[in-house]
Every structure is written in structure tokens, then in C-alpha cells.
């Protein structure tokens, strides 16, 4: 009997439904918000950072190495070109530095 | 193997769901919306004394908490179960809001019972229908709401249990009085 009684509610519940919901018209689209922008930040934060660092070395970018340099050094000769200046220092070696 | 092409169709609401939590799917949530719009606009029209505007306005709130919602729904959750619980506390929300209104509309005094006289009842549908809604109007909002999810939904217990947040017990005894109650009113409808 009870569970006569419990169909019969089910049963008049759906028949309930179905007429109250006869009549309802549901859009077919439902508009939602833009998309959360979280992904920017994935994409932002790294960009950033790479921009950062490029602009970073660039502005602090080290003086390139010079292979070839002249010292400017004046040593008096003689007209055989030797120096005459003769007091035991060895010229050729600091103009090689 | 990446899948290029999903048939939404044929994915299971929590699959759409996950997919909705973890890609913020736009088509997967349009099943979803395709799945339970009519259903949950017909949940609020019912529960909001017929009124079809709040029950549309209703409706699209509960999805647009289901998408802000997205990243509380957990994998292997029931999303029935889910989307029923939004769309009660919604309900619950508009009650309270409505408390005084509500207050006014319960003094009012209670319409004639049916069938006062005794000439032989009808015993079709439609008469057992119309007691059945006459009686439910008398009802109070949790009773009304109890009703709802277990005879017009065919909520499990345990479903009503999760919705409402109350053991599943305590739903059980309140079923079994309800559906007493419903039986006393409408014995002479069996």
C-alpha cells in the first residue's frame, strides 16, 4: 500500500512537471562571462622577465676584448734604430704588453 | 593520441564537467546547459510560486555559478548533485529574501479543501493531481522543497542528504512524515 501510495505521489509529481514546464520557453544560449585571464599571466610574467633581461644585458653589456691595440711609446734611437737609451730595461717586452 | 574532434554528447556530466574545470571548456558547459537549463528553470518555477521570469533569471544565475563555481567542483563529484545544491541555496537565498513577503502570503487563510461534499470523487489522475497540488501549497518551503527533489526529480536520499546538508537519516524521517501526511490528506483519492 505504501509503495502504491509513493508511485502514485512519482507519478502525479511528473505529470505535475511536465504541465508547469509545457509552457516554459529556456533560451538556448547562455552568455558567460570573458574568460578568466589567468592565462595572461602565464604568458606576461615570463615575457616580462625575458624583456627585462635582455633590456638588463644590453644596457650592461661588458666592453668587448681588443686584440689589437697600439702603446703609444716614444724611445729615442739611434741611427742604427737601436735604442739609446741603455739603462737595462727591455722595451720590446713592455711594448708587447 | 590528442582527440581533435569530442562528441559532447556522449561524454557523462561529470566528464564535462572536469573538462569545463580543467580547459574552461565553452562547448562542454554548453552541453551541461543543454542538459539542465529546462530541468532547473521548471525546478524554480515551481519552487517560486510560478513565476517564470524568476524562475529564468534563476536559472541562469545557478549556471553562471557553475562557471564562476568551476574550480570548487571536485573529479568523480555527482554534478547533479552539485548543480541541485546551488540551485537550493539559491532558492533558500530568494526565501529569505522574500521572508515578509512569504510571512503576508502564509496568514492568508487556506483555500477551501476539495471535495467537501459527498458526491462520488472522480478517481483520475487529474483529480488526484489537483488535490495532490492543493495540499502541497498548504505546505511550508522545506517540506515543499523535500518534495520536489524526491517525487519530481527522483533524488536519491542521499542525494537529498548532500543537498540540503543534512543526514541522510534525518531526510528519511522526514520523508516518511511527509508522505504520511500526503497519505492522510488524500485518502480519499487512492
Same mark, same amino acid.
Given at each position: 500500500m505504501s509503495n502504491t501510495f509513493k508511485s502514485q505521489l512519482s507519478a502525479s509529481a511528473a505529470r505535475m512537471r511536465e504541465q508547469s514546464e509545457k509552457n516554459i520557453s529556456t533560451p538556448a544560449t547562455i552568455v558567460i562571462p570573458q574568460k578568466h585571464t589567468r592565462y595572461w599571466g602565464w604568458i606576461a610574467t615570463p615575457a616580462a622577465a625575458a624583456v627585462g633581461l635582455l633590456i638588463g644585458l644590453f644596457i650592461h653589456r661588458p666592453a668587448e676584448p681588443? /686584440? =689589437?691595440?697600439? &702603446?703609444? &711609446? &716614444?724611445?729615442?734611437? /739611434? =741611427?742604427?734604430g737601436h735604442s739609446i737609451i741603455d739603462d737595462g730595461t727591455d722595451y720590446s717586452l713592455l711594448i708587447s704588453l | 593520441m590528442i582527440a581533435l574532434f569530442v562528441n559532447? #554528447?556522449? $561524454?557523462?556530466?561529470?566528464? $564535462?564537467?572536469? *573538462?569545463? *574545470?580543467? #580547459?574552461d571548456d565553452e562547448k562542454a558547459f554548453a552541453e551541461l546547459y543543454r542538459r539542465y537549463a529546462r530541468l532547473l528553470q521548471g525546478f524554480f518555477f515551481r519552487r517560486l510560486g510560478g513565476d517564470e521570469e524568476k524562475a529564468l533569471d534563476h536559472m541562469q544565475d545557478t549556471f553562471l555559478k557553475v562557471w564562476s563555481s568551476r574550480w570548487s567542483y571536485s573529479d568523480g563529484q555527482p554534478f547533479r548533485t552539485w548543480i541541485f545544491t546551488i540551485a537550493y541555496n539559491l532558492c533558500k537565498n530568494t526565501y529569505r529574501q522574500n521572508r515578509h513577503e512569504q510571512a503576508y502570503l502564509d496568514s492568508l487563510p487556506a483555500e477551501e479543501p476539495i471535495a467537501e461534499d459527498n458526491t462520488p470523487l472522480q478517481l483520475d489522475a487529474a483529480t488526484f493531481d489537483s488535490a495532490l497540488q492543493q495540499e502541497l501549497s498548504l505546505l511550508n518551503e522545506a517540506q515543499q522543497m523535500l518534495f520536489e527533489l524526491r517525487f519530481t526529480q527522483e533524488l536519491t536520499v542521499p542525494e537529498i542528504a548532500a543537498i540540503i546538508a543534512i543526514p541522510e537519516g534525518t531526510v528519511k524521517s522526514r520523508l516518511n512524515t511527509l508522505t504520511n501526511y500526503l497519505r492522510l490528506k488524500l485518502k480519499d483519492y487512492e
Open positions: 681588443k /686584440d =689589437n691595440f697600439t &702603446v703609444p &711609446v &716614444v724611445i729615442a734611437t /739611434d =741611427n742604427s | 559532447y #554528447k556522449s $561524454l557523462s556530466d561529470g566528464q $564535462l564537467m572536469e *573538462r569545463v *574545470r580543467r #580547459k
